[in-house]
């Protein structure tokens, strides 16, 4: 059973805190990892993927993946109201986006 | 881009009812995905096409649910017999295959049922 875990949350932070949210999975054969928003009623709506070991930014958002200790995160610096949301980790643990597994996903509110 | 649409956007339906969502996908893509979110929980993956052929179905898509792709275009999900657990948010997605790493999904805004 492949799985990813993500901690349930909530979160809470100030605005402009930096927001961490982290992954982990299951099959250490994972190649591709998916960071999600998915705001109440609305379906999820891709942030940032990545597929190598290490940092990658966009913005004020940054995923970090380390493949050996099978885990995955996502920063959000200078976190703003707007950014509240449910945030959901997807791996594909095939190569491409074939069945794409979800974690539970984390809800994280930003406090004006 | 006009996305990918769903259709409807809500359903509500009487249990032993059947039902039909459509997806249309956008239109550059080949593959199409269906996920079921039920509150508090991630999508969990139904199946999925590449062009028509539909290349794997979950274990959670018991006999009642049917999925199609004619002409690889748009996708219908029709559920026969529904029943209250049924009830969940629907979603259709849809990638592009230009390399084996680089097909993110796009969500459709789902459909909504709910089995009284």
């Known amino acids: 059973q492949k799985e990813v875990e993500q901690n349930s949350g909530p979160l809470s932070v100030p605005e402009g805190a930096i927001a961490s949210l982290n992954c982990t999975y299951s099959?250490?054969?994972?190649?591709?990892f998916f960071w999600y928003r998915q705001y109440s009623g609305k379906s999820p709506e891709l942030i940032m993927f990545?597929?190598?070991?290490g940092d990658k930014e966009d913005g004020r958002f940054t995923a970090q993946l380390n493949k050996a200790s099978q885990y995955v995160s996502l920063l959000i610096r200078d976190s703003q109201p707007s950014d509240s949301a449910t945030y959901l980790c997807?791996?594909?643990?095939?190569?491409?986006?074939?069945?794409?597994?979800f974690g539970k996903g984390m809800k994280l509110t930003v406090n004006p | 881009d006009t996305g990918v649409s769903q259709d409807p956007r809500h359903k509500i339906t009487k249990r032993g009812q059947n039902v039909t969502f459509r997806c249309d996908p956008i239109s550059e893509h080949n593959r199409l995905y269906w996920y079921r979110q039920t509150l508090g929980q991630g999508p969990e993956f139904l199946t999925y096409f590449q062009n028509e052929a539909q290349l794997e179905k979950s274990r959670l898509l018991s006999d009642r649910f049917s999925a199609e792709r004619p002409k690889g275009s748009f996708s219908t999900l029709e559920i026969q017999r529904t029943e209250q657990g049924d009830s969940a948010m629907y979603l259709c997605?849809?990638?592009?295959?230009?390399?084996?790493?680089?097909?993110?999904?796009?969500f459709g805004n789902g459909t909504r049922l709910t089995v009284t």
């Open positions: 997605a849809s990638s592009r295959t230009v390399s084996s790493y680089n097909s993110p999904l796009h």
């Open positions: 990545i597929y190598s070991n």
């Open positions: 099959d250490r054969g994972s190649q591709s």
């Open positions: 997807a791996v594909s643990f095939q190569g491409g986006s074939e069945k794409l597994v």
